[in-house]
């Protein structure tokens, strides 16, 4: 499932559901059929599971994108936000221009 969508029963959602049991089931058949020993298959039935688990982990974790700048600021003095407005505004885009440019530049938005 891809994230964002809801849980549910859906098509694609059971396919993979019922794929991971015969899995399994073909798995138990085949142990079963090779008469592996038990101490044999049970380790060989963690390995699986952490193989599993990895897999999903793998698929679940997003990539890594950006998302803003860091930025360096020092608190000098409390006063009311409103009138360090502008200047903080001005000095920010004097910091942002001295870098390289983004591919999809933040626009700040001024509050009415």
């Given amino acids: 499932m ?6 549910g029963t859906d098509a694609g959602t059971l396919h993979h559901r019922t794929g991971r049991c015969a899995a399994c089931v073909i798995l138990g058949w ?6 592996v020993p038990k101490p044999i298959a049970s ?6 599971a952490l193989i599993e688990a990895v897999i999903v982990l793998y ?9 803003a700048d860091i930025v360096d600021a020092e608190i000098s003095r409390c006063v ?3 009138s360090l407005r502008e200047a903080t505004v001005d000095r ?19 509050s009415v």
Avoid: M, W
Wanted: charge should be positive; aromatic fraction near 4%.
């Fill in 80 to 82: 009311d936000p409103e």
């Fill in 43 to 48: 380790r060989s039935l963690y390995v699986v």
């Fill in 92 to 110: 920010l885009n004097q910091t942002a221009a001295s870098r390289p440019p983004l591919n999809k530049p933040i626009r700040l938005g001024r």
């Fill in 2 to 7: 891809t994230a964002g969508r809801e849980s």
């Fill in 59 to 67: 698929i679940c974790i997003p990539a890594p994108h950006f998302r």
């Fill in 30 to 35: 085949v142990v079963g059929l090779l008469k």
